[in-house]
């Protein structure tokens, strides 16, 4: 109501009609995605398959909790352990709802177990060993399982150490912020970003030069963090400085010049190929590797992320590219299959997969029945034929209230779910309905293997 009161003192009834049309889009939106989790996803068999395989999932995260759900409902008789040590289970894209002040912390925590299929064993505790010769997984309390089939769902490991002078204990003071690190450092850097906002200064932020998840989230808080200072009335006290970590903010070139024209409507201060290195929270001081050598920038809010990597267990497992991503780690699938290259017994979900995009939540919705059809049909005695296009997913906020619905493939397609409703490259409302109310159920949907 208060949207539809600001609309009608703002234009009249013109923006009162798009206003309409944007909410009754919405509503069918929704509708469809409800009917969504209630079905089967084009290209997947509904049948079940006898098994007596033994499938070892690692990782009780979005991409092993959803296919460990999917394969129970399919396969009869198959042996299925999930091994993951976490007793919590994270929604990840409400981070940076939580850093924003949007929502509290508690909004992005559930319990892992509540997930997780009947009949399903979980080993509460993590892999120290996978031997893909021998095809068997040992844990760190020394428990070895042998697998038919191994499904690598660990997702990545934030490398914190690798930014010298660095430590999650100063997350929410002295101006430092990393909502990355999980709910309760959201939080915190809430705290931080909303005393700044308050008091003014700079604000640094940015991305590691690695792979990481969700590309888009150090943008969406940099325009997260202008809009609250805007609202505050204290914009015109704040400079904010987005460290590019190459000669681009955006991985796709037309999302790319989209980002650099509000960054330059909205003010910010971009410093392309900036790399952080390392911080000096006494002298709050931030130190970038650039071609010209070291810079010293001096802050009084920063996000700090991480460089990102595959855990050490996959990185001393043999399953990693071994010409790619050397530095990081990520596992060696075929790009559409998801098999590993040379292990055919292996698949990866989510973020550990070395593809040339991929590490967010919704391209690991999208995996899912990829490796659903391929395991499912060799069991069988046939062949998969679902491919994954790369598809990749990120509303990007840029405002309270106002988002882009970025959707793309492996081609840098733009590849936009509702076409004729959902322009991908204008700031929405409704957009911004579908991160902050619809992603979540979706979201669980997909743990549970209904979307």
Request: hydrophobic share 40%; aromatic share 10%; glycine share 12%.
């Amino acid at each position: 109501m208060q949207e539809f009161t600001k609309l009608k003192a703002e234009g009249g009834m013109a923006r009162i009609n798009d206003f309409r049309a944007s909410r009754r889009a919405f509503m069918g939106l929704a509708a469809g995605g409800a009917a969504l989790g209630a079905v089967s996803l084009p290209g997947v068999q509904a049948q079940t398959v006898r098994t007596s395989a033994h499938i070892v999932i690692l990782g009780a995260g979005a991409g092993g909790t959803g296919i460990a759900n999917r394969l129970a409902a399919r396969l009869d008789g198959a042996r299925i352990t999930i091994v993951d040590g976490r007793m919590q289970h994270w929604y990840q894209p409400g981070f940076t709802l939580i850093a924003a002040g949007l929502k509290p912390a508690g909004y992005s925590v559930t319990t892992t177990g509540e997930w997780l299929p009947d009949g399903v064993d979980w080993v509460q505790d993590y892999a120290a060993e996978i031997d893909p010769e021998a095809g068997r997984v040992t844990t760190r309390g020394g428990e070895t399982l042998d697998y038919d089939y191994l499904i690598v769902a660990t997702g990545l490991s934030l490398d914190w150490e690798a930014i010298e002078g660095f430590s999650l204990d100063m997350v929410g003071e002295n101006g430092i912020g990393a909502h990355y690190a999980g709910p309760d450092h959201a939080a915190a850097t809430w705290r931080m970003m909303d005393r700044f906002t308050d008091e003014g200064g700079v604000a640094l932020f940015g991305r590691p030069a690695t792979e990481m998840k969700c590309a888009g989230a150090p943008l969406k808080y940099t325009f997260l963090t202008d809009d609250r200072a805007r609202r505050k009335g204290t914009r015109g006290d704040v400079e904010l400085i987005y460290a590019a970590h190459s000669g681009g903010l955006f991985g796709v070139p037309i999302v790319n010049e989209k980002v650099k024209m509000l960054f330059d409507d909205r003010g910010v201060d971009v410093r392309y190929n900036h790399v952080l290195r390392a911080i000096d929270p006494g002298a709050r001081n931030a130190t970038y590797d650039t071609p010209e050598g070291s810079r010293d920038i001096g802050y009084d809010f920063i996000n700090v992320i991480p460089p990102q990597r595959a855990p050490q267990v996959v990185r001393e497992s043999g399953l990693s590219w071994a010409d790619r991503w050397t530095d990081q780690g990520w596992i060696e699938v075929d790009p559409y299959t998801l098999r590993h290259a040379r292990y055919a017994n292996v698949f990866g979900v989510g973020d550990i997969n070395g593809v040339r995009y991929g590490k967010t939540a919704a391209s690991a919705k999208w995996h899912l029945p990829v490796v659903e059809d391929h395991l499912v049909s060799e069991i069988a005695g046939g062949e998969g034929t679902a491919r994954f296009s790369g598809y990749t997913s990120c509303p990007l906020i840029t405002r309270i209230g106002r988002a882009m619905l970025i959707e793309f493939d492996y081609e840098n397609q733009l590849a936009p779910s509702f076409p004729g409703v959902i322009a991908p490259l204008e700031e929405l409302w409704i957009t911004w309905l579908i991160k902050e109310i619809g992603l979540k159920p979706t979201y669980y949907a997909m743990l549970r293997g209904r979307a």
